[in-house]
């Protein structure tokens, strides 16, 4: 069965196709801010996930400010299928990732002021 367009119809699909690219919004500047605003992560503690999820073990990486714990990021790494070489990821991973490869920065859970009643 073939479809045949008229001209109207094949027009006003040409000026459909054009103006979808053209319905998203332009972002503003503090739209933006969170690229800019990373110089906190030179100076973070970087700390590996190994997390079973439907089967398969994922790598995260969470990146913890020092001074201020409660600004960090937590980000999917990597998939295995095995809990051996997920681990073994993720301590590759954070020796790269981190400014301190050897792993000496530590993080003082004092700052976070829990209350453990």
């Not at 919004?25 to 973070?44: A, P, T, V």
Request: overall charge neutral.
């Amino acid at each position: 069965m073939a479809v045949i367009l008229d001209k109207p119809v094949y027009k006003m699909l040409l000026a459909y196709k054009q103006t979808t690219g053209t319905t998203d919004k332009n972002g503003k500047e503090e739209d933006f801010e969170f690229l800019y605003d990373d110089l906190w992560l030179q100076d973070s503690v970087v700390q590996e996930r190994v997390i079973k999820l439907n089967g398969t073990w994922n790598v995260f990486l969470v990146f913890i400010h020092m001074d201020n714990p409660f600004l960090l990021i937590h980000r999917f790494i990597k998939t295995q299928y095995s809990l051996q070489k997920a681990e073994l990821e993720a301590v590759y991973m954070r020796r790269l990732a981190g400014k301190d490869q050897r792993g000496t920065l530590s993080l003082n859970t004092e700052k976070f002021q829990l209350c453990r009643n």
